[in-house]
Every structure is written in C-alpha cells, then in structure tokens.
C-alpha cells in the first residue's frame, strides 16, 4: 500500500524516539502531542495548497466528519473550518498523568486522526485501493444494521499491529468469524492474513482499513451507528460516550510493538468505553481497561469476558466454519465446485410440520449423488426436505422457518445461497470441498440451527437432501402445491381482516426511540418481518420484540391511525411519539430505525414521491443520495414527506393509500423497478392506473433532478401531476 505524507513523517518520529521506559499515561500525552502536531502540519499544508475555502469531507456519508460530528456537534465542510477545532483539541492535552487526561489526550488524538485522514479525500481523491477499505461509506455502515441490532453480530474488534506470526494472526481473525464479530483490521496483520490467504472485506464484515490513522474509520464507524440507529444528535458528547460502552460492544487486540501514538489511539477507545488488551508487556496495566495479555490460544475469549460479551456456542460438526461473517460471500464460477438452481438445474427448498410419529430426530439422508461423485464445475438438482415437530409448532411457521435455510447456508464459509423455494440457488466452493464438506453437511447445519434458534418450538429435526433428478422433480411438484397454499393464506389476509397489529422493536438495542407496527398489508421496514412473521414471533418468545397491539379506538381508517397503536407506540418510544398513522407519509408517519430497504421522500414539484434503495448510490431528485436522505430520516425521528419502507409495501393495497397511492410514485431506480417486476405492474392495473403506469414514472436513465423528470412526467401523462395538492 503506497505511503501518505503522513506515513513518512510518522515513521521518521518513531525512529527518534527514546526507548526508556514510560508510563502509559505520560506515553499518551506524549502521543497525542505528536499526533495533533503532525495533524496541524499536514493541515496547514493543505490550506496553503487549496486554500481554507476547499470543501473537505468524508466521501459518501450524511455524517460530515463524523468524529468531529458526532462529539462537537460542528458539521465541517470547509478545510478552514479544522484549525479552530484542532487547537480546542490540544488545548485540552495537559501535563497532568492521570487515568482522565489519558482519555482526553486520546481524544485528541482521535480528531487529529480523522483530520489528517480526511485531508487524504481531497478533490475526490482515492488514496485506498484493494484489499484496504480506507473510510467505510454510509451503505456499508447500513447494510449490515439488523444484524448489528439483533446482535447476531455480537460486537466488535479491532486488531491492529503484527502478530508474532501469520498463521497466529490467521488463527484469531478465524476464531472472531466463527463468533460473528465485525472486525476492523489495521497495519501489518493485514499482510500476514493475506500471506494465510483469509477472507477479508466487506463481504466478510472483515475491514482492512489499511495503516496508521486508518484505524480511526473504526471509530467513525461506531460513532455514526449511534446517529444512525441510536437516535443520538450531533454534539451529545456524553451520551454518545455512553452509548458507545453499553450498545457497540467493541475490544482493541494489539500485537508487537507499541509506540507512543499507539499509545494515545488506544485511549481514544478506551475514551469511548473499549478496553485495550495487548499480547506484550506492558510497564503498567489499568484493570478492566489496559491489559497484557500474551496467549493467544486464549486472548479472544478473555476479550469477551474484559468486555462482558457472553455467547452461546453450538457446536456443528462440519468441516468448515460457520458464522455470520462469510453471509456475504460470493463463490464465482472459477472458485465453484458445484451448483445447484439458479435456472441452471431444478431445486427447491421446504420445511413442513410433521406429527411425531411422521419424524426420526436427528436423521440425515442423502437420496442422489454425493459430493465426491460429481466432477468439479458440476451441477446438479437439489431437493432441501426439512421435517419439524415441535410441541408449539404450527402450519404458520413453516414459511418463517423455511426462510431462515437462507440464512443458515450461508453462514458457512464456502457456502452460497440466493432467493428462496424453488427459484434457489446454491454454490458450494472449490475450498469447502477441499475442507471436506459433503451435501450431508448441509443436514448438520441445518439440524443445530434450527434446534438452537427456534427451541421454543422445533422439538425435533429430520433432513433429507435431493440429488437424484427424478426425485427432486417429484417432490419440487409438491413443493409447489404447499407454496401456493400459504400464498393464498397471506393474499387473504387484510389489515380489516385482523384484530391484531404487531410491534417490532428489534432495532430498539440501536434506535431506542422507533417501534415498527407491522400489520398484513404493511411490511416491516426493514422487509425481514410480515405480520405472519411476526405473529410467529410472538408465539415463539411471548417477552420478545414482537408483541401484539390491539386495533381499538379508530381515529382514522383513511390514514390508518388507532388510539391504541398510538398508546402503544407512545409508551414503547421513550414517549417521543404521540401519534403514528399507517397509511400516510406526509401526516405523523411511522418513525424508521436505519435498517429499511428504501426511502421515500416528497418531490413538491412534481406533486409526487420519489423512492431510493442502499443499492443506488447515486443522485435523486430529492438533491440527496440514500445515505443523505438515510442520516435525516433513521434514529427513530418521525419525519413528515419522508420515510423509512420495505420494499414490498409498494406492492400494498394500503400503500400510502391517504395521499393517493401509487399514483403518487414519480420516481424510482431502474433497479426498484425490475426487482418489483409483473406484480407492480398488476398492482397498477388493480388501482386503475394502467399496465404502462410503470413506464410513466422517471429513473435515472431519464434524470436525477427535478429539471430533468419534469418534461418526461408531463410528456407521459403522469396521474400525479392533476392530482390534489400533497400539501
């Protein structure tokens, strides 16, 4: 990775130090002095070259600075902006050594990092290239955010330094996967993981952030999912601190040598409430917060006990690892081994309830070819067959549960799964079959997951896996009849139709004031939670996040508002919200967390609302990109013309029916469009709009702004444009 200026004057200073011994007090002011000097050198710099006007920033993030953002409260846009800020930050370095200063001379340190890493982002520039991730942008931060809050991410790590070697290094980047953890990665370890050849990268939720002061993109990273999901406002100092130790469950492991800005980096997390455990001798130690602690057979393990992490571990006896961490992985066709579906082959997936009769617990069976009898770059059909019974079972669930194969699968590294039922596709690795790992395995992992995740009502498990065509043909004809009997049970299924609405307050351990109300025509926002699945929810943890609410007292059937939702969503935000309505975006709308799957936003020009997802990260007419419009609308704010969905509410009858539906729909990416497909197409049709309703709303092969979707809107004959005023 090519050097910084910063890189050069850094190592230079290392060099000179002295080697007498320090205490780790005197040692972070000793640091901090040096970081915030060569922050103001490099700033200084940077103002004479490009003037203090030059817009500075972080590349696509609604955060600013987020550092700076987030503790002061100043969002910087200028580089003449930072001198101000970095002399409050070394004014407040004192010469006193106590426990105190330590942690405010590493939070200077911290602001100086994050100047000088921003000074690396100047007019566009791209200092990081692959593997190194440099700054992690806002849809990074999002696309992992209902794991972060449902805690199967169980917390986080940051490894920097070398470790004694690379396979040691190897060894504890593969026992925090195999716990789950998100882990940011900085300086030399990084090689020694490439030299052992681990998985590293977005996919893997394995950061490489590259060297130096790039590790204080983990720290901005924690920051900005305390305004993302917390609900906490720029400038909260104390209680971004306090969020930060009790809701991001964060550990620093070091290895080799520490020097003094080290030092002063490692006091900005333990500023934040992240202990520091070192694998050298340290002079001295602060309990709980500053440790050595030289084993690493046992480090992680003792970092989870110092940062007061319990987990549950299921022992699954397959060949590969299994975490939440390899969830991203692509297996492309070079690294394949075998697949299955896709359109490629006929598969398909099924979990049906069973009497306890019907079930032997336990019972693995593979009908068909077995992995070493199929070539490399083969294909097969595949039949996933899952029998449950449990006491507490119902037919409900098996759509619930049958979802989760999703999950499961691709928990495992090497693993691939896409889509569900029988428009599945699966891929099994070149290194997981080097491993080992055989189609019964895919049995194993399925048996302890469900028994671990669903105890309350999965009694007993029984698995057969298809490989023989005739079978996979018979049974895929099966599948089907049982598929379309639980979409006729969910088509059926009205907001009129039920007594009951459900809460989801899952993303509440990260936006404590937002409560999802789920109801059978209005998906969760994150789109993981129907009202089915919520229902099951309940049935299966009766004390978790999802509980039902009574509809009682209608105020609005129009808006869909109830006195009891209100109630409801009243005592569950903290008593931030007052009121909350169903069916409208532009009247006390439903508050969103963070974790949705698209925004929709008011275009007053057009009369109209435009949609973005995560995965377009372009301009809107709205003027913001999904992370701008993400920072105003997340952390549990209700924020009339804007709003956190699903993306299956658009296909709603009751989608935001009190403002005029559909037809209100302007602008969306071409992407939203394919992925909704006929059935948008049909829902148009339903609201008299019109099979070709679709191509009259803009994308962004027509325009970003409001300039240039306004000639295409009225050339079409948008509805729209002659309907009532939104406001």
């Known amino acids: 990775m090519s050097k910084t200026a910063f890189d050069e004057i850094y190592e230079g200073a290392i060099k000179d130090e002295s080697c007498a011994p320090k205490g780790l007090f005197q040692r972070a002011y000793d640091g901090a002095i040096i970081a915030t000097s060569y922050a103001e050198i490099l700033l200084n710099k940077a103002i004479r070259e490009n003037g203090p006007d030059c817009p500075v920033g972080d590349p696509d993030t609604a955060y600013y600075l987020p550092v700076i953002s987030s503790l002061m409260g100043i969002k910087v846009t200028k580089l003449g902006e930072l001198p101000a800020i970095l002399n409050k930050m070394r004014g407040q370095i004192r010469e006193e050594l106590s426990f ?43 696309r992992f955010g209902i794991q972060l809050v449902d805690w199967t991410i169980p917390g986080q790590a940051v490894i920097m330094g070398k470790a004694k070697d690379s396979k040691s290094a190897a060894k504890i980047l593969s026992d925090l996967q195999a716990k789950g953890f998100m882990i940011f990665i900085c300086n030399e370890i990084i090689e020694q993981l490439l030299e052992e050849n681990m998985k590293l990268g977005v996919d893997y939720i394995a950061f490489p952030l590259g060297n130096f002061t790039q590790v204080i993109h983990a720290v901005n990273y924690a920051l900005r999912a305390g305004m993302a999901f917390g609900g906490i406002a720029p400038g909260l100092r104390e209680e971004h601190r306090d969020y930060q130790r009790r809701r991001v469950r964060c550990f620093v492991l070091h290895f080799g040598d520490i020097d003094d800005v080290q030092v002063a980096a490692h006091f900005a997390a333990i500023f934040l409430g992240f202990p520091v455990l070192c694998d050298t001798e340290l002079e001295e130690e602060i309990p709980d917060w500053y440790i050595s602690h030289p084993d690493y057979d046992t480090l992680v393990s003792y970092a989870l006990e110092v940062r007061g992490i319990k987990l549950k571990i299921v022992d699954i006896p397959v060949p590969i690892t299994i975490g939440p961490a390899f969830e991203g992985e692509t297996i492309r066709k070079n690294d394949m081994y075998v697949e299955f579906g896709g359109g490629r082959t006929q598969a398909f997936e099924l979990v049906q309830m069973v009497g306890e009769d019907e079930i032997e617990d336990g019972k693995i069976e593979v009908i068909g070819p077995e992995i070493d009898e199929v070539e490399e770059g083969g294909r097969l059909p595949l039949g996933i067959m899952v029998k449950i019974y449990g006491r507490k079972m119902q037919k409900d669930f098996e759509g619930v549960l049958e979802r989760r194969i999703h999950y499961f699968i691709n928990y495992g590294e090497g693993l691939w799964h896409v889509a569900q039922r029988d428009l599945c596709w699966l891929r099994i690795s070149k290194d997981a079959v080097a491993k080992g790992f055989k189609f019964r395995h895919y049995g194993e992992l399925l048996l302890a997951k469900f028994k671990d995740e669903f105890p309350a009502i999965v009694d007993r498990v029984q698995v057969t896996i298809l490989t023989d065509p005739d079978k996979v043909a018979e049974n895929a004809k099966l599948a089907r009849e049982i598929y379309n009997l639980r979409d006729d049970r969910l088509k059926a299924l009205t907001d009129e139709a039920v007594e009951d609405l459900y809460s989801c307050t899952l993303c509440q351990s990260f936006a404590p004031n937002h409560v999802c109300v789920v109801a059978p025509e209005r998906v969760g926002l ?37 006195q009891s939702v209100n109630e409801f969503v009243h005592q569950h935000t903290n008593r931030n919200v007052d009121e909350v309505c169903l069916y409208t975006f532009m009247d006390r709308p439903m508050t969103s967390c963070g974790c949705f799957e698209a925004i929709m936003a008011i275009v007053p020009e057009a009369n109209g609302v435009m949609l973005t997802t995560r995965e377009h990260g372009g301009e809107t007419p709205s003027g913001m990109t999904f992370s701008s419009l993400a920072g105003s609308v997340g952390g549990g704010v209700q924020a009339p013309g804007f709003m956190g969905i699903g993306r ?46 679709v191509e009259k709303i803009a994308d962004e092969t027509v325009g970003t702004t409001v300039e240039e979707i306004l000639p295409f809107l009225e050339e079409k004959g948008h509805p729209a444009l002659t309907m009532d005023m939104l406001f």
Request: charged share 30%.
């Open 100 to 142: 105190e200063n330590a942690r405010l001379c590493g939070e200077s340190t911290a602001y100086a990092a994050e100047i000088i890493e921003a000074l690396n982002y100047l007019n566009g520039a791209k200092p990081q290239v692959e593997p190194w991730t440099g700054y992690l942008t806002d849809p990074i931060l999002r």
């Open 526 to 562: 994150c789109g993981a939670v129907s009202w089915l699945d919520a229902r099951a929810s309940f049935e299966i943890d009766p004390v978790g996040p999802n509980q039902p609410i009574k509809k009682e007292g209608v105020i609005d059937e129009q808006k869909g508002a109830w």
């Open 648 to 693: 299956s509410y658009l296909l709603s009858k009751k989608f935001i029916q009190a403002d005029g539906g559909l037809g209100r729909i302007v602008w969306m990416p071409k992407e939203l469009k394919e992925f909704l497909g006929e059935d948008f197409r049909k829902r148009a049709e339903e609201d008299g709009l019109g099979a070709d309703f």
